[in-house]
């Protein structure tokens, strides 16, 4: 009798300390996403329960030049940011660790800063240093353009430069958990591959990179999953154009619902976003650590 009592008690204290974060989880994540769901097979406007039109938004979406646009985008910002981002940190994070007391505590909190800014502060600087009449960075695109560039007017530039800003902002984070990372290796292993003749690239390419390998595989999934997710700069600084070019599948959410009152079709959109980043980061994670085994 006192044992089953004793599992009774336990089962209560389980159930005591798991109940929060259950009704929690509930009311924050669970309620919006099934919400969302049902919204997405309805006509409803944003504050509505709207009628039942099955499909008829999936059918929609499928037959929408904006969405496949807006995809391209997205697919073309994830090209520019998540690799360049992970490979500069690495740099930045191999460059601090070399770096001893007060000197690479300052060039840390240099790199870290930005990350701290909220996005309106970020792109409010780029905008005004990359702006067409006044921009302090205009005569260094004019070197290489051969004249001033309105870069988030111009097609072939807006794309570019909103990466640009968001590495600038985002990377902080990166460099502290690579370093994170580095300073976890033993330092052993690097004297044992000294005294066994190996130089720097070698110390780099037989023991830095297979024991880091999993926090890059980590920043690699987590900067995936980011600039999938990519709205605030885009809107900020470009506002999805010139023409669409900047478009991308969240700022179609928001025009859809907040501008055309459309929230049906735009919870269709926002459905198809949330599948499409759990799928491709949950393959790329794979693929990492399948990587990562070899």
């Known amino acids: 009798m006192a044992m089953i009592r004793n599992q009774r008690r336990h089962r209560m204290v389980a159930l005591t300390l798991i109940l929060p974060f259950t009704l929690i989880f509930a009311v924050v994540f669970a309620y919006p996403i099934a919400e969302v769901i049902r919204l997405s097979f309805t006509n409803a406007t944003l504050i509505g329960g709207g009628e039942w039109i099955g ?11 904006l969405f496949y646009t807006s995809l391209k985008n997205n697919g073309y910002f994830v090209l520019l940011t998540v690799i360049p981002t992970t490979l500069i940190a690495l740099c930045i994070a191999l460059m601090v660790q070399r770096l001893k007391g007060r ?11 930005p990350y701290i800014l909220p996005v309106s502060v970020v ?14 960075l205009q005569p260094l695109l004019e070197q290489i353009a051969g004249k001033p560039v309105p870069v988030f007017k111009n097609p072939y530039w807006v794309m570019p430069s909103v990466a640009l800003v968001t590495i600038w902002w985002t990377n902080g984070f990166n460099v502290l958990l690579l370093l994170a990372g580095l300073r976890n290796i033993p330092t052993d292993l690097y004297e044992a591959a000294a005294l066994d003749g190996a130089n720097r690239r070698q110390q780099f390419r037989r023991v830095t990179w297979p024991l880091l390998w999993p926090v890059v595989a980590l920043v690699l999934t987590l900067q995936l999953i980011l600039q ?56 790329q994670y794979q693929i990492l650590r399948i990587r990562g085994r070899r």
């Not at 605030?232 to 907040?258: C, K, T």
Request: no cysteine.
């Open 55 to 65: 499909l008829e938004n999936y059918r929609e979406l499928l037959d929408d030049r």
């Open 228 to 283: 999938l997710k990519i709205f605030d700069q885009i809107y900020l600084l470009s506002e999805g154009g010139p023409f669409n070019n900047s478009s991308v599948l969240l700022l179609m959410v928001y025009r859809e619902a907040f501008q055309q009152n459309n929230g049906g079709y735009a919870a269709a959109i926002s459905l198809v976003v949330f599948l499409l980043i759990v799928a491709v980061s949950v393959l």
């Open 103 to 113: 000197m690479q505590a300052l060039v840390l909190a240099m790199f870290f800063l």
């Open 123 to 136: 792109t409010q600087i780029w905008a005004w240093m990359l702006d067409f009449q006044f921009g302090i």
